[in-house]
């Protein structure tokens, strides 16, 4: 694995975190990829530039919409070869008690609508599961010669929730949006949780959302277990 920074340190790091992560890059190794951190968002922002993806960073997680600062996000990198064959972001928010719905409405005005509502309607369960400190992954990017190895894309996205895990330590939820179709490897992604249609956009449909996207996600009590167990590593 390759860092740009050092990831946790005393209490931050569990032993099971580290015997997880240990095995899951592993088998990442043996199957010829290699895996990297990166929290410098200038990068970010470049590396973006000249992958020529078909469609831009998603302004729910992109640095270019958000004001990060080091520490509440980082996104990862898949390769081969040396290669950046895959991409991932991830970012913590600390609710403070705002409702999770009442955050996403006021956001998404931002990021989508120029200031104007772009929700029609977001399910109450959302806000009655999901809430408090949350890490929310987006911006998932596979080139195409990466997508076929079921196996190597759920070893990425649990090292990523992993290295989450021992970023922010005191998380109550993680979770991310996946479409319908994918919704098949949303275990083997490692979340536990998936609900159907939690928000209803207006059309037009902002750029790369629509109401068929599937809330995945995972409590700290289930990823925790997952750990404990091993299940974590076992896929």
């Not at 015997?19 to 043996?30: G, M, P, Y």
């Not at 990829?33 to 590396?47: G, K, L």
């Not at 998603?58 to 980082?74: C, K, L, Q, V």
Request: net charge neutral.
């Amino acid at each position: 694995m390759q860092s740009k920074r050092a990831w946790g340190a005393g209490s931050m790091i569990q032993k099971d975190l580290i015997v997880q992560s240990s095995a899951i890059l592993k088998r990442l190794s043996e199957a010829g990829y290699d895996f990297e951190v990166e929290d410098d968002f200038d990068a970010v922002i470049e590396w973006n530039r000249k992958s020529n993806r078909v469609r831009p960073q998603h302004p729910m997680i992109s640095p270019m919409r958000n004001d990060y600062t080091r520490g509440t996000a980082f996104w990862t990198f898949l390769l081969k070869d040396g290669e950046r064959l895959g991409a991932l972001g991830a970012r913590f928010i600390d609710l403070r008690g705002e409702p999770l719905d009442r955050y996403i409405r006021r956001t998404a005005k931002a990021q989508f609508g120029n200031g104007e509502d772009v929700i029609e309607s977001i399910a109450p369960v959302m806000s009655e599961l999901i809430g408090g400190r949350i890490v929310v992954f987006g911006d998932l990017f596979i080139r195409e010669n990466a997508r076929g190895n079921a196996r190597v894309l759920a070893a990425y996205s649990r090292l990523s929730m992993i290295l989450a895990g021992m970023e922010w330590p005191d998380f109550d939820w993680m979770f991310a949006y996946i479409a319908r179709e994918h919704l098949r490897l949303s275990d083997l992604y490692g979340f536990t949780y998936r609900l159907p249609r939690v928000i209803i956009w207006r059309k037009p449909y902002p750029e790369g959302r629509d109401d068929s996207h599937m809330l995945v996600a995972i409590p700290a009590c289930d990823f925790r277990h997952l750990l404990a167990t091993g299940e974590m590593s076992k896929f």
